[in-house]
């Protein structure tokens, strides 16, 4: 072999060293996850019994829906640190308007139960309209949407806080749900069942949403201009974007999102109070990073979400089964978020 064949095929293998090198930093979180996944498989063997799987599902098909939002946000370059009380208000506004009718300290005691379509149009549309009042501010006035959601977050708190001391409530927790609306969020009977183990309904209606996001994002011009906004607004704006309709369109549906994680999270933790949904706008940005959706915008997979909210869950699900302390969780938290970020930009950097 010559000297030059050698060369080549010494540099050869340094760029597949490097490309094996990168491909392995760039998912260094998911390994390691994986990792501490399998060492607590081996350890606590009841991890991966079939009630413990159907749990992580469950877990996660209850996060996901704040996830597919705030990813569209991601998307653009921004955040949404509402969510978690958007999710709130919307659990707080379903479960009063649902409540049984002879329920104790009944909300709401002369509207009686309203039908579920209603309340799913009421809660989605409260949503999409604090999303929709997000986009506003952030494509009107070019302000950054961490502040708009941060002031949003607090208004909506303090309506939160308001609402649940309205009707005969008092500020109690909002309890004694309609059965109907209990059996048609977690099932009973169930519309799919693992074995002998029930799977809540609201796991086939988080694949449908998923389904129906993927087709949002990849098959329509609204997903095709979102992407080309978070890629370079001056670019998109040229090429015919309507920037301000755009952004406000992806806050929208962030907003309905939270509506529908709402309306799931009223029923399925069955008693709801102003801390409901409280941190779960935090849960969905790590989740979203985890899975590739790019801070620098304009990079993003659905099925990546999908992945992020699966491995944070199994992480969460998985520590406390080896005694891991739980007021650790929003440190653990807070360093994959920190992680996930650092990968992300290195990415970027790497690329550019």
């Known amino acids: 072999m010559s000297n030059e064949s050698k060369q080549l095929a010494a540099k050869a ?6 490309q094996v090198g990168n491909a392995l930093l760039n998912n260094a979180l998911i390994i390691i996850m994986l990792a501490v996944a399998a060492y607590v498989a081996i350890t606590q063997p009841s991890f991966l019994a079939p009630r413990s799987l159907v749990n992580l599902l469950s877990l996660t098909a209850a996060y996901l829906p704040v996830a597919l939002g705030i990813a569209g946000c991601i998307v653009l370059t921004g955040t949404d640190l509402s969510a978690g009380r958007a999710v709130g208000i919307t659990a ?7 409540q049984a009718s002879d329920a104790a300290n009944k ?3 002369n509207i009686g139960t309203l039908p579920i379509p209603l309340v799913i149009l009421i809660v989605v549309g409260i949503g999409a309209l604090i999303g929709a009042f997000n986009g506003f501010f952030v494509a009107k ?23 649940v001391q309205q009707g005969n409530n008092n500020g109690m927790a909002i309890s004694g749900l309609d059965q109907g609306y209990r059996n048609f969020v977690v099932g009973n009977p169930p519309l799919l069942t693992f074995g002998s183990i029930q799977i809540p309904n609201y796991v086939i209606y988080a694949v449908l949403l998923t389904v129906l996001m993927w087709f949002i994002w990849n098959k329509t011009t609204f997903g095709k201009n979102m992407f080309a906004l978070g890629a370079n607004e ?23 999102m939270y ?26 940005i790590a989740a979203c990073v985890i899975g590739g959706v790019s801070f620098v915008g304009g990079i993003g997979k659905i099925s990546g979400i999908v992945i992020g909210v699966i491995m944070l869950r199994l992480i969460f699900v998985a520590l406390p089964l080896v ?15 920190l992680f996930a970020c650092a990968l992300d930009m290195r990415k970027y950097l790497v690329k550019k």
């Open 92 to 98: 707080c506004v379903a479960a009063s308007l649902l």
């Open 323 to 337: 005694g891991m302390d739980q007021n650790l969780q929003y440190a653990i938290k807070g360093g994959i978020i």
């Open 141 to 163: 006035f070019k302000l950054h949407p961490f502040i708009v959601t941060l002031a949003t977050q607090l208004i909506l708190y303090t309506i939160l806080l308001l609402y």
């Open 13 to 18: 293998k340094g760029i597949d060293a490097k």
């Open 107 to 109: 909300m709401w005691p």
């Open 259 to 284: 509506g529908w994680a709402g309306f799931v999270e009223s029923a399925r933790i069955a008693s709801n109070t102003a801390n409901t949904g409280v941190n779960y706008e935090l849960d969905a």
């Open 234 to 256: 001056e670019a998109a704006r040229v090429s015919g974007v309507n920037v301000f309709a755009t952004t406000i369109a992806v806050f929208a549906l962030a907003g309905a």
